[in-house]
């Protein structure tokens, strides 16, 4: 404890409260110079080759908004503003194939540029430099993280965006008559894609009033046990909704891993290749199909 | 407010087969609140209909309590099925898939556990279940 | 909240309008059974469409309505499973093997015109 006069924390309050004055001080030294320094980092930027990207003058009209920006965070002491500049940002240049170290260069190039103009304009005070350093530092660093880590958050957000667009991409799900789909799955089934396909396949299997569903696995290597019992209870599921599914091109690994998990052969279909799963299809459907020549003999 | 609320759980007093019908729409309300989508309110709502039917089959009445949860940020929900019936013998063969003592009726906690994320069991001879099972907002 | 049972024809069509408690499904059990010897109904379609949860209950109780019927000499079908509601079902086990099943009530109906008249061949028209 502190002499009885000291009430407590009293110190830090005083020193966050010179700290204030400082940033101040600072902020208005920024305000002042925002011409110069703006212009000096935007050369800095150009000259390290950061950015190259964008033209000349976008990365002077962004460089204007992240100094206004980096400035006012300063002021306030809040980072939401810039954070929301940070990843309105990101979405602008992420698809411009602007790269992470180019981004926390440029940030970093930014502090180098005001502590190199706040040393020349302080160098005579040498205790006040400091104090402004000190004042200064935590601050430009706090402001640095916060770019540089909304901008990996809104990289990171895209590609993950992209990983789900892909997995919707790599499992179509086929018309190919009417009451017939066709669910071709290649790659490696996790459980994750193995959910998604089956809200897919069961969803299909409504909006396009399917009776037979023909899953073709030719594409895939193998499936864990999870991923086969997930197999057989899309199949069950199909059956409630009045779907019929045949299921083709099971490797044999595929079909050791069936018979692993005790599959009921009786609720699983299964056809050789995609064209007899096909052909086995047309048949539960009613269709026949017949060469051209032989139109002349009346169809069924 | 919905008198059955405290704080941030719901209890539903189960004592017969029009509060397994409650138990499952307040649940699958407070799930949908949480922003699960409708693939996971059907199957939240499945296993409270069966954990609600386990009391009114084996211990007459107990309760539902819903409540949500967090943890790393994620948000979740979890169901406790609570009573004080004539409790589990033997909850290791109970949770064997196809276990049940009354034929195919009830006693569906395998299936419970597959639908839910986390499953957690106590009981013995004489001192009643309690069925914990959450449920993560993925 | 009982369930309406409407005559069409040679078949009965039982349309779930909201969820049902246990009462509700053996009420719908005993009508359908006592129904479809009262019209000497071929055929019965139990529509689900607006059931967003069947549980272990609702399903034995399907599965009790389809095999009594087919002993009191006519088809069941039910339809229109919801695809989450279907898949909660396999995954808890109740798959209603040995029941019939349908997209919806269009479904349902060619399903028993064909079975009825598969079982009729070599009969001669019905009444």
């Not at chain 1, 864990?224 to 909704?241: C, G, I, K, P």
């Not at chain 3, 071929?42 to 209950?57: E, N």
């Amino acid at each position: 404890m502190k002499g009885a006069g000291s009430k407590p924390g009293g110190s830090p309050v005083a020193t966050s409260e010179s700290t204030t004055a400082l940033l101040r001080e600072l902020v208005a030294h920024l305000r002042q110079n925002r011409t110069g320094l703006r212009e000096e980092w935007a050369r800095r930027i150009t000259e390290a080759k950061l950015l190259t990207a964008m033209t000349k003058d976008e990365v002077f009209a962004e460089a204007t908004s992240v100094y206004d920006n980096y400035v006012e965070a300063l002021e306030t002491g809040t980072f939401e503003a810039l954070q929301a500049y940070a990843r309105n940002l990101s979405e602008r240049i992420i698809p411009r194939g602007v790269q992470t170290d180019e981004v926390v260069g440029i940030v970093l190039l930014l502090r180098d540029v005001l502590a190199r103009s706040l040393f020349s304009r302080y160098h005579a005070d040498f205790d006040k430099l400091n104090r402004i350093l000190d004042a200064y530092e935590p601050a430009a660093n706090r402001i640095a993280i916060t770019v540089a880590v909304g901008f990996v958050q809104e990289r990171e957000r895209t590609i993950r965006e992209q990983q789900e667009a892909i997995r919707e991409l790599s499992t179509p799900v086929l018309q190919v008559r009417e009451r017939l789909l066709i669910l071709p799955i290649i790659g490696v089934i996790d459980p994750q894609r193995a959910r998604q396909l089956t809200e897919q396949l069961l969803r299909g299997i409504r909006t396009n009033r399917a009776r037979v569903v023909v899953i073709d696995i030719t594409g895939v290597a193998a499936m864990d046990s999870n991923v086969a019992n997930h197999l057989v209870l899309t199949v069950e599921a199909s059956r409630l909704l009045g779907a019929t599914v045949i299921v083709t091109g099971l490797s044999p690994e595929i079909a050791q891993t069936l018979v692993n998990i005790g599959v009921d052969l009786g609720k699983m279909n299964t056809v050789g290749d995609l064209q007899g799963g096909i052909e086995e299809a047309e048949h539960l459907l009613g269709y026949k199909v017949v060469p051209v020549s032989e139109t002349g003999t009346p169809a069924p | 407010m919905d008198k059955g609320r405290v704080g941030d759980e719901t209890r539903v007093p189960i004592g017969s087969d029009v509060d397994i019908l409650t138990a499952r729409q307040r649940g699958r309300a407070l799930a949908s609140e949480l922003g699960f989508p409708n693939s996971s309110l059907v199957l939240i709502a499945t296993a409270i209909s069966e954990l609600a039917r386990n009391i009114v089959l084996y211990a007459k009445r107990g309760e539902i309590v819903l409540g949500r949860i967090e943890r790393d940020g994620h948000q979740g929900i979890q169901v406790t099925a609570r009573d004080e019936g004539p409790g589990i013998p033997d909850v290791g063969l109970a949770m064997q898939s196809g276990y049940s003592t009354s034929g195919s009726l009830g006693l569906g906690l395998p299936g419970v556990r597959r639908l839910m994320d986390e499953f957690e069991i106590v009981s013995g001879a004489g001192k009643g279940t309690t069925v914990m099972a959450k449920k993560w907002k993925r | 909240m009982e369930v309406p049972i409407l005559k069409q024809g040679p078949y009965l069509i039982a349309s779930v309008q909201s969820a049902l408690t246990d009462a509700d499904l053996l009420q719908l059990r005993d009508g359908l059974v006592e129904k479809v010897g009262r019209f000497r109904s071929r055929g019965v379609i139990v529509d689900v469409t607006a059931l967003d949860v069947m549980d272990s209950f609702a399903s034995r109780m399907l599965r009790d309505i389809a095999h009594m019927i087919r002993l009191r000499g006519a088809e069941t079908v039910i339809v229109g499973f919801q695809p989450e509601v279907a898949f909660a079902m396999v995954q808890l086990g109740l798959t209603l093997e040995g029941v019939a099943t349908a997209l919806d009530l269009e479904e349902g109906l060619a399903f028993l015109d064909q079975k009825i008249k598969g079982n009729e061949r070599g009969q001669g028209p019905r009444g």
